[in-house]
């Protein structure tokens, strides 16, 4: 037995099942934890639907969901900390093979599962602001995100991409706030930061109260530093920020984009693995009943940019419905 096996014996034995009503996982169980997002972001209702979808059709496992972030979330799955996970495909491919500055060692236990739908760097000020680039945010008040959060890793790019990092931004005398959507919102109203960023779908709750009140711009990257960021990191995209995204757009806005991914541990079983694939695909209008943007999901694209290894478990039903990997 390996450890993760013993890890999910002993966990449903003792584990109590967070969605809904669901009873105490038996002994019999396979305990099956996602890793999803912030409150406030599309990753964590979407889990903790899916928690209660794969409870329902899959017999013989349990379910949880939690808060995460992409960084972390490769993290945790590789070290059988959660069975599933929600990042980026640039973010697997970084865990897996460990490039640094997010990873330190290779994270060889990240399997594929599916691919979802893109993701936009966000980055939003003032709509009366000054701040006009990345550039001028080098002394300022900003949120970027928390440490093992995606966006965040992608800020740091961006930023060496204008020539500072994120210390050079505390040495001129700005402030950085590692905190979640709601936090980040909540100090953009009250006037504690002049920037806040996340790698997220679009449009995103959080930007849309912001636009509400009280008012915001989103900043463009720069379209010489966004070409030179797509030549060096395939697993990135180029995404344009519009009116159809933010009623208050009157022209596109070039930024830095990402396939939102799901990864699962290696040693999850491949008969689990697959009934949990197919329960997913199967209940698509569940999930876009909680977030519109999952009316992006399609099944053709579940292997769109998988850049680790796809799960036994999961190419056996894509094979079953003529999915070829892109």
């Known amino acids: 037995m390996s450890r993760l096996s013993k890890l999910l014996t002993t966990a449903a034995v003792v584990g109590l099942v967070t969605v809904g009503t669901a009873p105490v996982a038996s002994a019999a169980d396979t305990f099956i934890r996602i890793a999803s997002g912030p409150s406030g972001g599309s990753w964590y209702?979407?889990?903790?639907?899916?928690?209660?979808?794969?409870?329902?059709?899959?017999?013989?496992?349990?379910?949880?969901?939690?808060?995460?972030?992409?960084?972390?979330?490769?993290?945790?799955v590789n070290k059988g900390e959660a069975e599933l996970g929600w990042t980026y495909g640039h973010t697997a491919y970084d865990g897996y093979k460990g490039v640094a500055p997010s990873f330190k060692k290779a994270n060889p236990n990240v399997r594929h599962l599916a691919t979802f739908y893109p993701a936009a760097f966000q980055t939003a000020v003032l709509a009366n602001s000054d701040i006009k680039s990345y550039?001028?945010?080098?002394?300022?008040?900003?949120?970027?995100?928390?440490?093992?959060?995606?966006?965040?890793?992608?800020?740091?790019?961006?930023?060496?991409?204008?020539?500072?990092?994120?210390?050079?931004?505390?040495?001129?005398?700005?402030?950085?706030?590692?905190?979640?959507?709601?936090?980040?919102?909540?100090?953009?109203?009250?006037?504690?930061?002049?920037?806040?960023?996340?790698?997220?779908?679009?449009?995103?709750?959080?930007?849309?109260?912001?636009?509400?009140?009280?008012?915001?711009?989103?900043?463009?990257?720069?379209?010489?530093?966004?070409?030179?960021?797509?030549?060096?990191?395939?697993?990135?995209?180029?995404?344009?920020?519009?009116?159809?995204?933010?009623?208050?757009?009157?022209?596109?806005?070039?930024?830095?984009?990402?396939?939102?991914?799901?990864?699962?541990?290696?040693?999850?079983?491949?008969?689990?693995?697959?009934?949990i694939t197919k329960a997913l695909w199967e209940n698509h209008a569940d999930l876009a009943a909680v977030k519109g943007v999952w009316n992006k999901v399609k099944l053709k694209d579940a292997m769109l940019g998988a850049a680790t290894p796809v799960h036994p478990g999961a190419l056996r039903y894509y094979k079953e419905q003529g999915v070829k990997k892109m």
């Open 135 to 275: 550039a001028d945010l080098k002394n300022k008040n900003i949120s970027p995100g928390k440490a093992k959060w995606s966006g965040y890793a992608a800020f740091k790019m961006i930023a060496g991409k204008y020539g500072y990092t994120v210390d050079d931004v505390r040495k001129d005398g700005g402030t950085v706030h590692h905190v979640g959507y709601s936090d980040s919102v909540a100090l953009m109203k009250d006037g504690h930061i002049d920037a806040f960023s996340g790698l997220t779908s679009l449009p995103q709750a959080s930007f849309l109260d912001l636009e509400f009140n009280p008012g915001i711009r989103l900043l463009p990257v720069d379209e010489a530093i966004l070409g030179g960021i797509l030549k060096s990191n395939p697993g990135y995209i180029r995404i344009n920020m519009n009116g159809s995204h933010y009623k208050s757009m009157k022209s596109d806005v070039p930024t830095l984009g990402a396939v939102t991914i799901m990864i699962v541990n290696k040693d999850v079983p491949e008969e689990v693995v697959y009934n």
């Open 45 to 76: 209702p979407l889990g903790a639907k899916m928690a209660e979808i794969f409870q329902k059709n899959v017999s013989g496992i349990s379910t949880s969901n939690g808060p995460g972030g992409g960084i972390g979330n490769v993290l945790d």
